[in-house]
């Protein structure tokens, strides 16, 4: 098993930057793919960005350019880097991983709301 626990979020107005962190415990040795997915109300859950273990990056079209996914693989921890937001990045934000077996893991969502 793999406990996710996030940190950053709020509310920020749009042209702004927020930075998300998340921090992995447990199982983590098998760690692969660590990132982010988010979903707006009424809306299903997207994927936002994600990195695997080596180095490989995805990003959601939406956020390329102004989105950056980064990992410490020492700490466990993945962080999203959010500038130049816009008010449709309003969504709660949720750290995602998986590891070799493929198992998937979510963390609780943090809100993340931008403002005009």
């Known amino acids: 098993q793999v406990q996710l626990v996030e940190f950053g979020g709020g509310m920020v107005q749009a042209g702004g930057s927020l930075r998300l962190s998340c921090r992995a415990s447990?199982?983590?040795?098998?760690?692969?793919?660590m990132g982010w997915y988010r979903q707006a109300p009424g809306q299903q859950r997207e994927l936002v960005a994600t990195?695997?273990?080596?180095?490989?990056?995805n990003y959601a079209d939406s956020v390329k350019g102004r989105f950056t996914v980064s990992r410490d693989n020492a700490a466990n921890t993945v962080n999203l880097q959010m500038n130049s937001l816009k008010l449709e990045d309003t969504a709660v934000y949720y750290c995602?991983?998986?590891?070799?077996?493929?198992?998937?893991?979510w963390g609780q969502g943090t809100q993340v709301t931008v403002s005009s």
């Open positions: 447990g199982s983590v040795f098998s760690i692969n793919v």
């Open positions: 990195l695997s273990r080596g180095g490989d990056t």
């Open positions: 995602y991983v998986n590891n070799l077996r493929r198992h998937e893991y």
